[in-house]
């Protein structure tokens, strides 16, 4: 069965960022764990749906895919699958586009077919949370300690997705290329498209047996607990970085970082 983020919040689609927030503040000190009458499973279902709702990109994806957001909006959202909204640097009639670290050289190449370079992994997405803290502890300093149900790396692989004991073989998807070509026919004629091979993720090689705990994607999800340290003086709204504390990256990939939101009570 789906669930419904909006529903285990309380709010309507139409929320505004504030709207979100408060909920979520709100059921987390009904639900959490530690609390008298606290339900462990509902704590993780808010926490879930927050993560989601409170990011503008994630929950414009949730919005039009719903639950299969992360599967649909993978490399991408947007305009038929390319997501133009972080790119800059090339000026011209108010657009502002930056190919990043790839260059041209990657956009055209996955138009016109060819590689130039090793594709990259896909980084692990970030996370953001809300911590609440006392005016004492704000003058004193804080430890708090969260369960977070994340994407974690695969402990039995290592991350990289291969049974242990197994060897690399070239994928006979895209024989070693790392990209598939798929050609359309439409009205206007017969086109063709290059897309990064879903077998392989691009890297052209897959392992003889797949690691039977994460199915070869070199993560999955689990309860992590991670302890936050809140300095001393810190300000109501600032914002806490914690690098690589956020989801696993793509076999093996930079994991995303964890952004903690602390709030004096």
Do not use: W
Request: hydrophobic letters at 25%; one cysteine or more; proline letters at 2%.
């Amino acid at each position: 069965m789906k669930k419904d983020y909006y529903d285990i919040l309380g709010v309507s689609k139409s929320a505004s960022d504030d709207d979100i927030k408060k909920a979520y503040r709100r059921l987390a000190h009904q639900y959490h764990p530690d609390k008298s009458g606290g339900d462990e499973k509902k704590f993780k279902e808010v926490n879930e749906a927050y993560q989601v709702l409170s990011d503008k990109a994630k929950r414009q994806q949730y919005d039009q895919f719903g639950q299969t957001f992360e599967q649909a909006g993978a490399g991408g959202q947007g305009f038929g699958g390319f997501d133009f909204s972080g790119f800059q640097g090339f000026g011209g009639q108010g657009f502002n586009f930056d190919f990043g670290e790839g260059g041209f050289e990657d956009i055209f190449s996955d138009i016109f077919g060819g590689s130039t370079r090793t594709r990259r992994k896909a980084r692990g997405r970030d996370i953001q949370v809300d911590v609440e803290i006392s005016f004492s502890e704000m003058v004193s300093g804080a430890t708090r300690t969260m369960n977070l149900y994340k994407n974690s790396v695969c402990e039995r692989c290592g991350g990289e997705g291969g049974e242990p004991g197994t060897s690399l073989k070239t994928c006979s998807t895209c024989h070693g290329s790392g990209q598939v070509r798929k050609t359309s026919r439409s009205f206007f004629g017969s086109f063709s498209q290059v897309t990064t091979c879903s077998e392989c993720q691009g890297s052209g090689s897959i392992f003889e047996k797949k690691c039977s705990q994460c199915g070869g994607d070199g993560k999955y999800k689990k309860e992590e607990q991670i302890e936050i340290k809140i300095p001393a003086g810190i300000a109501d709204g600032q914002t806490i970085s914690m690098e690589g504390q956020g989801e696993a990256g793509q076999r093996g990939a930079r994991p995303g970082n964890l952004y903690v939101i602390v709030h004096i009570s």
